[in-house]
């Protein structure tokens, strides 16, 4: 009885020990990053680490476990190509912005591009159709997608929840022994906040001592007031200017205010633009983290936050503040500073609007709110705004490639969490009214939005606040060959390769075809390039290519050639 005890003892933990898997490196040379886990980025929270993979692309990319591909994604914008691997332990590891897949991942996404005729897939196999063991070549690594330079973006997420987790917490070796730098210090003027206008927040640029950061004079302060920081980290041998893991505010020497990147959720990653100084980001490009929470933020790594972190003083003594930033290695930087209430609390002045064509309406943020005159709506569901704001919209003149007048819609440094609807009502005559479209007006330049005609009012969805106005495209997409013209002879290259380029509205659609026949072109948005890799579709003898290109309001350009292979 005994031995058969000691037997099944053995072989559960025998199984628990295969399946507690240790990872590997997903590439086989040190890893350096460019990129860390929650890294304030545009409209979200980094949701990996991007390692730099010696500045080339075609790096060898392992599976870091065992287990199975649960998902293949292939797209121009965002992750590029990219591979999920479900492993046994509960987790997934993601490759993204890839070169190429294997060639027997390839093969199926190939095929599946074949039968929904898209470049672009998003594809689930089923469990053990795809295994990998730990150390396979899964990949090389490229610059696909969004991304702005070769490297591999590697994620870690809890396969339950799909919530990214940070990578280097399960054992990936980076030396690390820099503490976060700190630049600067913002005091935000809480007091009154919808009259943007009137406040001054202040910036401190801060003063270093060994690991210690501080202000020398005491900061005079309102009654009260919220703290932002601008800080990032450093990892060695690297220069990039990476995200920091932690930070903590203390107020006389209690913690007020805890915020750490441990695990990150996709629903909730687009709070980033509560949580970070928008406007500043929008003016200087700098992000400072706040250390507070608007009304309307629902980010679950606040882990410790009195009073929403804002704090209020009742006294006119000196207190003290510390905040304390860490990164993933828990190397710390300090920044102590005191502040003091004003003496003289100023009476603030009321919102005075001195242009007299503004027309202003108050939208709390938790409410639906909509807007209204003769020519133009918009139109917010509740929490859309991360806060109150005073909503203001003026008609101001036009500007050339512009119809009509522009709509000013309040201020694009106030950010929406979900897209607004606005309309704008115009007479333009009916032959141009198909080929209009609303855009976003900047610098007197311009860039679509959308726009879908009812009755006389141009509608669409956006995800800005700003000026607006309808602009007219009838100008084709412009297609030209590379390595390919009418009449050629083909006798060595195995691709074809065109640019596409559409300037005003922007590209839809594109369709390529030999002899009738759908063919996979690959498209990297950031070279302009469409590129056919040759297959069986192209045959000995007589050819011809086709490639329609489609822009955004439907003006479609078609290239034909045909050749000899
Ligand atoms: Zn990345």
Redesign the pocket.
């Known amino acids: 009885m005994k031995k058969i005890t000691a037997i099944l003892i053995f072989i559960f933990f025998g199984q628990q020990i295969l399946r507690a898997q240790d990872y590997i490196n997903p590439l086989d040379f040190r890893l350096l990053l460019s990129?860390s886990f929650g890294e304030l980025r545009s409209n979200h929270f980094?949701?990996?680490?991007?390692i730099k993979t010696q500045g080339v692309e075609g790096q060898k990319v392992y599976a870091i476990a065992d287990g199975y591909i649960s998902r293949i994604k292939v797209s121009s914008y965002g992750y590029g190509k990219a591979l999920y691997i479900r492993h046994y332990d509960g987790r997934t590891s993601v490759y993204?912005?890839l070169k190429e897949f294997s060639s027997k991942i390839d093969s199926i996404t190939k095929k599946e591009q074949y039968i929904r005729k898209s470049f672009e897939i998003n594809i689930y196999p089923l469990p053990n159709t795809i295994n990998v063991n730990q150390g396979d070549i899964i990949a090389l690594s490229g610059n696909s997608g969004s991304?702005g330079g070769a490297?591999l973006?590697f994620e870690i997420r809890d396969t339950k929840t799909e919530q990214p987790l940070n990578p280097l917490d399960f054992g990936f070796k980076v030396k690390d022994i820099i503490p976060p730098i700190i630049k600067e210090l913002k005091v935000f003027n809480i007091e009154d906040a919808i009259n943007r206008d009137n406040i001054k927040n202040q910036i401190f640029r801060v003063k270093k001592n060994n690991k210690l950061y501080s202000i020398d004079s005491i900061i005079n302060v309102d009654k009260k007031i919220g703290l932002g920081i601008f800080t990032y980290d450093q990892s060695n041998d690297a220069y990039n200017k990476n995200g920091v893991n932690s930070i903590k505010v203390f107020l006389d020497s209690a913690l007020i205010y805890f915020f750490e990147l441990d695990r990150l959720d996709f629903n909730k990653n687009k709070y980033i633009n509560a949580h970070i100084d928008y406007q500043e980001k929008k003016n200087s490009k700098k992000k400072f983290h706040k250390c507070f929470k608007l009304p309307n933020n629902s980010l679950k790594n606040y882990k410790e936050i009195l009073n929403n972190g804002y704090i209020r003083l009742n006294d006119n003594n000196i207190h003290k503040v510390r905040i304390e930033v860490n990164d993933t290695y828990q190397n710390t930087s300090i920044l102590n500073f005191k502040i003091r209430m004003k003496t003289e609390q100023k009476e603030l002045k009321s919102n005075e609007i001195t242009d007299a064509n503004i027309r202003t309406k108050l939208f709390p943020w938790n409410y639906e709110n909509s807007f209204e005159n003769d020519n133009f709506k918009i139109s917010l569901k509740e929490r859309t705004l991360y806060e109150t704001i005073n909503f203001r919209y003026k008609k101001k003149d036009s500007i050339s490639g512009v119809y009509g007048m522009i709509h000013m819609c309040h201020y694009d440094y106030v950010p929406l969490h979900k897209r607004a609807t606005i309309s704008i009502k115009s007479k333009i005559p009916n032959q141009l009214k198909e080929k209009a479209y609303i855009a976003k007006v900047n610098n007197e330049r311009y860039s679509y939005v959308g726009g879908k005609w009812k009755n006389n009012y141009l509608t669409t969805k956006t995800s800005e606040l700003g000026d607006f106005a309808i602009v007219v495209d009838t100008i084709n997409p412009v297609i030209k060959g590379i390595n390919i013209y009418p009449g050629k002879e083909i006798k060595k290259q195995t691709t074809i390769k065109c640019t596409i380029e559409d300037r005003e509205s922007g590209i839809k659609k594109y369709n390529g075809k030999i002899n009738d026949q759908w063919i996979l072109m690959e498209y990297d948005h950031k070279r302009k390039l469409l590129k056919y890799n040759f297959d069986e579709i192209i045959k000995k003898g007589n050819n011809t290519f086709v490639l329609e290109v489609e822009d955004m309001v439907g003006n479609i350009k078609v290239y034909k050639a045909k050749f000899s292979y």
Do not use: L, M, V
């Open positions: 990129g980094h949701a990996g680490i991007d993204a912005h991304s490297h973006h």
